[in-house]
């Protein structure tokens, strides 16, 4: 096997040994399957960050760990390795570690081999759990921030939190449904679907959303369904359930994702979705509002949520000057962007 890497900096872009990256990349055996995936997958990480080895600087490795479904990590990936070269003259390299679903001692595992092998500053989506709390806890006691994505765990030992005001987010929903369905002001339901009521995100959302209806339109209820991890069979098979014990749901606030899977159960309930919304504009959204299957996608712009992100971390290394205290103060909350068939990002390849 050949590549253009030191081997050193394979083993620490993998959280390995040299002589394990040795062993593997000499094909002698002896390396357990899922080391020489991380080995495997180092290399693939460094081709593609290999726009960024010209720069001069100071090198910084950054571990991105998520839960989330593969469509929105994939956004995220995509939107990080995009701006890691707009940090110059820094160098940033990430570490990723990404899944779909995985239970609190995975996390707190993950969190614990980053803390041993050493990083910069760890990215983490991950639930609002006690042990992964202490997690970070023994992360930042190590010397080690962390930035919070898109969920929050507030009373966490975290840096920092980026992403959008998410019970804004929620409320924002609220009105764009109430709105739409406002007009005849008959009691009906809306769906709200999360991935997991483990996520403080996620939380928020829901909680801004049933108190914008409670406030403004009380002709509308909730049906809420979760722990379908944003994954299409898991996410439908509850929207199924959901529609077959109620006939009055028309409308559909989907925070947790599996948005074609939703409409998907909706169609084989002979039913109609008189309104749909969503969040992040990933590949399946953007088909969705395309073809109008969907109203409205509530998004914020991941590139500069990596770049604050990243930026948090240099600041946390000492590596930028702190914020002024008015700054600091207002956080890293994102725009709230309502994107409709109408007002595609150019970004997103609509021309």
């Known amino acids: 096997m050949t590549h253009p890497f030191p081997v050193k900096v394979v083993a620490l872009q993998a959280g390995v040994s040299m002589a394990t990256v040795d062993r593997v990349i000499k094909e002698r055996g002896g390396v357990h399957a899922n080391t020489v ?4 997958q180092a290399l693939d990480e460094l081709a593609r960050q290999s726009t960024q080895v010209g720069l001069s600087g100071k090198k910084f490795m950054l571990d991105v760990l998520m839960v989330a479904p593969r469509r929105f990590t994939d956004a995220v990936r995509t939107a990080l390795e995009a701006e890691l070269p707009s940090l110059h003259p820094a160098v940033l390299r990430s570490r990723f570690h990404l899944h779909e679903t995985l239970d609190a001692d995975g996390i707190v595992g993950l969190l614990e081999r980053i803390r041993k092998n050493g990083s910069h500053g760890v990215l983490l989506k991950a639930p609002d759990l006690p042990p992964v709390v202490a997690a970070v806890a023994r ?7 962390v930035v919070t994505l898109v969920t929050d765990l507030p009373d966490s030992a975290r840096s920092s939190y980026v992403g959008m005001d998410n019970r804004a987010a929620g409320e924002t929903a609220a009105y764009l449904i109430g709105q739409w369905m406002g007009g005849a002001r008959k009691r009906q339901q809306v769906l709200v679907t999360l991935s997991s009521n483990r996520f403080h995100g996620e939380e928020e959302r829901e909680i801004g959303f049933r108190r914008a209806l409670r406030e403004r339109h009380r002709h509308l209820s909730i049906v809420e369904v979760s722990e379908g991890h944003g994954i299409d069979g898991a996410t439908g098979a509850l929207v199924r359930q959901a529609l077959a014990g109620h006939p009055g749901i028309a409308a559909v606030y989907s925070i947790g994702g599996g948005n074609a899977a939703i409409l998907q159960a909706f169609a084989q309930a002979g039913r109609r979705c008189q309104v749909f919304v969503g969040h992040d504009l990933d590949a399946d959204n953007l088909a969705l509002l395309q073809s109008g299957a969907i109203q409205a996608v509530l998004h914020h ?28 103060r207002a956080g890293c909350l994102s725009a709230i962007q309502v994107v409709t068939p109408w007002n595609l990002p ?6």
């Not at 995936?37 to 495997?40: D, N």
């Not at 992360?139 to 921030?145: N, S, V």
């Open 346 to 351: 150019a970004m997103n390849g609509r021309n």
């Open 37 to 40: 995936r991380r080995v495997m």
């Open 139 to 145: 992360l930042a006691a190590a010397g080690i921030p």
């Open 301 to 328: 712009d991941l590139g500069q949520d990596m770049r604050r992100a990243c930026q948090d971390i240099l600041r946390a290394r000492g590596a930028l000057p702190p914020l002024a205290p008015s700054h600091a």
